[in-house]
Structure formats: C-alpha cells, structure tokens
C-alpha cells in the first residue's frame, strides 16, 4: 500500500495568555511526533484527556500552524503552504467532530449544508449539486427527505452521518474522526463505525481515529500510536500493541480498559448496523 500521509517530527507549541497557566508559559501540545498513514488503513491515535490527540489532528491538516517538523501528504511537503495553496488540498483532507451540533451551521437545511462544500470549491451546476446531496444522504444511511431538516431534528447517531456525509462529500483521501463516536450510545457507535468501514472500504479512504476509547479505536484500527503529554509513546500494529503493549504508559491504558465491558467482547468489527 502506497503512503498518503507522513509526518515528521511533527511540534504544536501554545503560548499561555490566560487561564491556569502563567501567562507566556508554552505549552508543548504536540511536541516531537512522527507516523505514517498508507491509502485506506487506519491510525488509532489513542491517550488521556490533554495529551494533545486534538491538536495533533488539527495540526494535520493545518487548522493549526505547525511550531516544527513536517506534514507531507502523498509526497508532497504542505508544512508551509499558505492558506490558499492549501485550498485545494482541503478537499482531500477532512474531519468529522465529536458533536455535529456545534460543527453544522443550525440554521442551514441539511441540504445547505451537504451543498455547502460543492459551493465553496465551485464544482457542478445547481441541479448537480442537488443530485449529489441525494446521493450523500442514501450513502450514509439517511432518507433523501432528510435535506429539507435542519440538524437538532434528528438523533444524535443521525447527526453524525449528516456530519460523515459533509466530510466525504468532495471524496477525501484523508479523513480524521476526532471522537466522532464518543457521545454516542454503544449500539449507535456500532452502527457509526459500520458506516465509516464501509465508506472506508469503497473509497479507499486513510483514516485517523481519534479517540480515548481503547476498545474502540482497537475494533477499526490498523496501527495505533499511543500519545503522553504531547509525545507519542508508542506506535505499531494494533494487533501486537494490544497483545503485548511494550511501553509502561500503554500498559496502564490498557489495564485501566474494563474487561467485562460490552465493547470489550466485540473482538473484531461491530455487529451489523441495525438501524
Ligand atoms: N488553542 C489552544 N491554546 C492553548 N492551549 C491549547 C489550545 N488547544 C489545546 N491546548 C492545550 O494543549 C494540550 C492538548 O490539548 P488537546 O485538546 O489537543 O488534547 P486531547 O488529547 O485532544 O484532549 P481532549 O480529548 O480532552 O480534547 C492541553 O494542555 C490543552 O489545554
């Protein structure tokens, strides 16, 4: 499998102005991480609250300028590329959140906001466009009559695909889920990462999960990199790190995993989706 993505060395450093730390204290959000993600595998990004999982994603894809090292996507260097060289990378590079309600614009149909992406880089006609919302809709699991709502009517697991639908809609190469299944309930998360499989799967898509949740990034990924207050500690196939973490760090995470969870029986990919 041919790599998409490298980073290298890659640093997000903040400086304090307000809150608990002391104003110009810098915080090593990110500090020193390297990986690659090849076409249609996916990274686990795994770690505590703080440890920088967030930032590292942003950073990716240059939400966040980086304060060092090198981001390259299929080969090419984007570390530096201005916010309009980056335009048309942005259509390979997407993100799904953890809540679409504070990610979708509330006001707009979900119509509007599937049509959205097609607008900003002006591609196809008005009719296209509604065609392809259609077709968004159905692929994620969604009636076409869905894009004349607006997203606090639907459930939270709905809300999530219409969110999935934006991201895929300019059929990325990249997708990052940043907790995108964290808020949901057990039986919708299953049906979520069913989905992101599937779309995985037909679009050859790289993914990086994010997410605190050892037993779900293990049921989707196929390496995982294990972050430490900004570092990552360890990195390698999923299967052998959960079989036999090496470092003391991931060894804790683990053991910290409840065995009698219900998530924690599901050895391979989630059951069938039943929605
Ligand atoms: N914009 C920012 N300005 C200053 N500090 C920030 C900023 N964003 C994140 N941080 C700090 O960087 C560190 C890493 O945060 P980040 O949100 O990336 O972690 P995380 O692992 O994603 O945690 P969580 O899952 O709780 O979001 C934290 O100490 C956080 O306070």
Known sequence: MEELLRIDNLCKHFVSGKGIFKKGYTIKAVDGVSFSVKR?????????????????????????????????????????????????????????????????????????????????????????????????????????????????????????????????????????????????DVSVQAQILNLLLELQQEMNLAMIFISHDLSVVRQVSDNVAVMYFGNMVEYGNAKALYADPQHEYTQTLLSAVPVNHPRNRKKKRPAEATS
């Open 40 to 184: 249609g595998e996916t990274l686990g990004l795994v770690g505590e609250s703080g440890c920088g999982k967030s930032t590292l994603g942003r950073t990716i894809l240059k939400l966040y300028e980086p304060t060092g090292g090198k981001i390259f996507f299929e080969g090419k260097d984007i570390t530096d590329l201005s916010p309009r060289a980056m335009r048309p990378l942005r259509k390979e590079m997407q993100i799904v959140f953890q809540d679409p309600l504070e990610s979708l614009n509330q006001r707009h149909t979900v119509g509007m906001i599937l049509e959205e992406p097609f607008e900003i880089h002006n591609i196809g006609t008005r009719a296209e466009r509604k065609q392809w919302v259609e077709e968004l809709l159905v692929k994620v699991g969604l009636p076409v009559e869905a894009a004349s709502r607006y997203p606090h009517e639907f459930s939270g697991g709905q809300r999530q695909r219409i969110g999935i639908a934006r991201a895929i809609a300019l059929k990325p190469k990249l997708l990052i889920c940043d907790e995108s299944v964290s808020a949901l």
